[in-house]
């Protein structure tokens, strides 16, 4: 997985948020704040709502890395860089969480995770990631003779209602050369996609690891 898949409007608009928040600010300390039944509802509301979110990898949970620790990123909206080629037209039409995760060297890690409406269209999704990433994986280089890619399956786990693990090797004729490994997950109604990579072929890939990642990951969703 090639590393590189890795004004004065402003201030009106600036001016604009800062107007927009006095007034909004002014608006708010002129109503009574919540008390008593009331406060507590409001508490318990957001405290189910947070609780509901589904759980990311710790640092510590990727794949260990010989000279280097891991470090991760908070938590954002959205599709990562790194899968926007095989996988955003899969996940464009729901709403996508993920976290990033890089050493001091060449290894960078990622974990999007998606909630949908209910298992059957959970399960459906997982179903087009996999499919999707492989076809991904084994036509990227087509066309193109300076660019040669190779797939591996690498099996399901039985975690939850299952994970599955890709991985594919990409190397160019100027000499360059990545593996990633990359897994579906399931946990109900949540899905979770896991991706590693740095450079090298299929030999530098932690398979075993990844797999132990990848287990972590979808049984710490909920």
Known sequence: MPKHMRSSALTVLALTAATLGTTLGVQAHAEAAPTGAKKTAVVKT???KTAAYPRFLAASELPPHPTSAWTADKV????PESLTSCLHNTLLAYDVRYREFRTDLETSARQVTVVVGNDTKAAALAKGLN??????ALNAGEGDPDIDTRYRDYGTLPVEEGAHVHGVQTSTSWGSMDIGLVSVGRDGRTVTVV????????DD???KAFKKTTTTAVNKLH
Do not use: L, N, S, T
Request: proline letters at 4%; charged letters at 30%.
């Open 46 to 48: 957001v405290a189910a």
């Open 76 to 79: 954002k909206d959205g599709v």
């Open 131 to 136: 499919r999707d990433f492989r076809a991904c």
């Open 195 to 202: 991706d590693w990579g740095q450079m090298g072929d299929f």
């Open 205 to 207: 890939a932690p398979v």
